[in-house]
């Protein structure tokens, strides 16, 4: 079976390619959905959640920082509903960057609007800057064979941290400095959020076995 997942459609901002999360999908043996209307699809086997523009910080109850994107609000009202329905039918949700800190919002978390210096962020230049991840079992764990470090890009401004964190995700990486890299949640059955870009072709091959395992949990 060929799973199809749903990807919201949404122009990508500079230096984002929509068409690295369709190829890193179809490489997995799954097809991209793109869902432009309001509802998920009946039939979407799972939901990628994709990069891009800062969530609006209304979402969580605080102000918008100096620093903090202007936000797309029509963007965040569809991922939220289609993240919703994803939820209550549980079926598998692959968060990327702006996807995992939108899950830890939507989930009742808060973010750090603007992490102090430019070791997360792209370069002017629009390239990633690299950093190690800890692992800390999960189905993230699992999916690359437990190893206990992984070597990811780094392309955001903004984080989850501990004290911000959805009262149903639990931790499962970690940057070097104790940011929260990635999330899983306790409720669902496989719905998983990571802070690095697998999709982008400079994290070939280490991250076929995220996608790998993500259009695997779709298949069910």
């Not at 009742?108 to 102090?116: A, F, P, R, Y």
């Not at 800390?136 to 690359?144: K, N, Q, T, V």
């Not at 072709?201 to 298949?219: H, Q």
Request: proline share 8%.
């Amino acid at each position: 079976m060929i799973p199809r997942i749903a990807v919201p459609h949404w122009r990508a901002p500079t230096f984002e390619r929509t068409l690295h999360y369709y190829d890193s999908l179809r490489r997995a043996g799954a097809e991209a959905l793109v869902v432009g209307g309001p509802e998920l699809p009946p039939e979407a086997a799972g939901l990628l959640l994709a990069g891009g523009v800062d969530v609006d910080p209304d979402l969580y109850g605080e102000r918008r920082g100096p620093e903090t994107d202007a936000p797309n609000k029509p963007r965040d009202a569809h991922e939220l509903r289609l993240l919703r329905g994803a939820l209550e039918r549980d079926v598998p949700v692959l968060a990327v960057c702006r996807g995992h800190q939108f899950l830890n919002v939507a989930l009742g978390g808060s973010l750090l609007q603007h992490i102090d210096g430019d070791g997360h962020r792209a370069d002017g230049e629009g390239e990633s800057r690299w950093h190690s991840v800890s692992l800390h079992g999960g189905r993230l764990a699992a999916a690359y064979g437990r190893q206990p470090d992984l070597r990811v890009n780094s392309r955001h401004h903004q984080a989850v941290t501990d004290d911000r964190l959805a009262p149903t995700l639990t931790p499962v990486a970690y940057s070097p400095e104790g940011l929260v890299e990635a999330v899983e949640s306790r409720d669902h059955g496989w719905v998983v959020g990571v802070q690095w870009h697998p999709e982008r072709l400079e994290m070939r091959p280490d991250a076929d076995a995220l996608f790998a395992a993500f259009v695997d949990a779709c298949r069910k």
